[in-house]
């Protein structure tokens, strides 16, 4: 299956579905169709092992099976050691910058929130803290930072994130997941308080980096044409599977 999504730009189900016209007692366990469906998300990259977002994949993987544990993770992978430039798939060409709204020290750089991630609420949450009805978001959600070393790295499940440079409390984390305010799960859960911190949005950020509007518009829709490119074979009847699986009385 994951060579038809490579080779021919489908997705899970199409391939799923050719698949079981060879052999119909194919059915993959719904773990592996999660993972199918990420791997399409990532347009099916050949080196796999390279890839920034399945390693970030990985990595929360493992930091889930630590906590179920009872212990923080023991390896930490800290986003902007790995992809400096634009991490997470941040947006060069909105300018974005999370800045500590004391003393202006910068916290972020060109990096996205991460992809929320709604889980089952946990069993030992009493139901009176537990959100009614979804309220605005009042954090940032972030992968773990270069900064917030000296306090992640202390093996704790959960506690405070301080300002490196004014030491003002500008968040929180836990290893074990957190509720948002707008009722979301997240885990791991390394937030920033939005009334801590200030969101500064300018073509200037981009610039500063060597972007030119035009630049980026061309990334842009270079970027678009790629996403056209492999939507097409999944129309006007799809790819042609003829050599890629064996019919039934074949095998």
Avoid at 233 to 239: A, F
Wanted: charge should be negative; glycine fraction near 6%.
């Amino acid at each position: 299956m994951a060579y038809l999504i490579q080779k021919y730009h489908v997705t899970p189900q199409v391939a799923l579905e050719q698949l079981q016209r060879s052999r119909p007692i194919c059915e993959p366990n719904p773990g592996f169709m999660q993972q199918l469906e990420l791997y399409h998300q990532w347009q099916a990259p050949v080196d796999l092992e390279s890839e920034p977002a399945y390693q970030r994949w990985l990595y929360r993987r493992e930091a889930e099976l630590s906590t179920a544990c009872g212990k923080a993770p023991d390896k930490i992978r800290f986003e902007d050691e790995q992809s400096p430039a634009l991490p997470d798939g941040g947006d060069a060409a909105a300018g974005i910058e999370l800045r500590c709204r004391k003393c202006r020290q910068v916290f972020w750089s060109f990096g996205e929130e991460i992809t929320r991630q709604s889980i089952d609420k946990p069993k030992d949450i009493p139901p009176d803290n537990q959100a009614t009805s979804a309220q605005p978001c009042s954090h940032h959600f972030l992968d773990p930072l270069s900064w917030m070393k000296a306090e992640l790295e202390q093996g704790k499940l959960e506690g405070r994130l301080e300002c490196p440079k004014c030491g003002a409390n500008v968040g929180k984390y836990a290893w074990q997941g957190m509720r948002c305010s707008c009722s979301e799960w997240v885990v791991p859960g390394i937030s920033l308080a939005r009334g801590k911190v200030d969101e500064v949005r300018s073509r200037m950020i981009a610039l500063a980096h060597g972007l030119q509007p035009q630049q980026q518009q061309e990334q842009q829709q270079q970027q678009q044409q790629q996403q056209q490119q492999r939507g097409a074979n999944v129309t006007s009847g799809g790819p042609d599977f003829s050599q890629a699986v064996p019919r039934a009385e074949h095998l």
